[in-house]
């Protein structure tokens, strides 16, 4: 029997699991509606992929030598390009990741975002294989560029118009009360016992939980492309500013300038606060709170 690969304590903004510099993959340009749209490959809806031979032929491409290698992140993971039409994120990826990207690409509105239509996942062993379309775009490398920080502000607000009653992954997650207690731990840890975080009566929304440049694409007309939902769920509107301060680029002018775009509710800053403290309290580290 295959073993799922394990999956890390934290579900906010690991920032070890962050994805490392992205090459180039294709993509095709979209147009009005996602109705209009079905996918850039939409024939390969008709392969097969979860039977044996097909998960036999993506193993086998992925431990190829000379395979064509867009990613390698510093957690074993990377993309492969299987054919122009379909590559394969493999290493330490979970059956969250497929749940996860699978409900982004269905309700997110392709002309602000477009994400990757995943279309299987399997383990063999610890490892796990994501299957899904070829994207062709640009790593995004003009951190400066206004225009395209207010794009992903922009989407970033659209995504958080998708809220479910639970929280966690979207196939499910802990009730609130567990993670006000998770969290409460946390923040308490180095001695604060009045310190206490609550998100009762919080909206859960659809937060990716890994905005970086390094997970972001540009097509060539433009459009944006994220990747990478591993950390992706419905959480309190405060978490995706949140893991900009909890990522590797927390001290960026970049992650910074994002955040000035993404204002929050003095609730949501009192939230975010605690958060940084909990992860600081965790982490033994200096980590800064992003400007209100």
Known sequence: MDVQPSKPEDGLADSNRDES????????TPSNTNEDLPGPHSEEDSIDYTTPEQEDRIVACCEDPDAEIYQTSRCTQHIVKIDDKVMVKCGLVGPDEFENQKYAHEHIDRNILWVPKPYHWFGRGQQGYLVMEYIEGEVYEDRED???IAKVAKAIDHMQTKTEPYIGPVDGGPVTEQLEEYWNRRIRARGDKEATISFQGTKMVLTHGSI???????REDGGLVLLHWHLAGFYPRCC???????????????ADALAEA???????????????????????????PMSP
């Open 146 to 148: 206004p225009k395209t």
């Open 212 to 218: 970086a440049p390094r997970n972001i694409m540009l």
């Open 21 to 28: 510099s992205t090459k180039q993959l294709s993509l095709a």
């Open 262 to 288: 993404m204002p929050l509710s003095a609730e949501e800053q009192d939230q975010e606060t605690k958060l940084v403290i909990g992860h600081m309290n965790s982490t033994c580290c200096y980590v800064k």
């Open 240 to 254: 995706e500013r949140t893991s900009l301060s909890l990522g590797t680029e927390m001290n960026s002018a970049w």
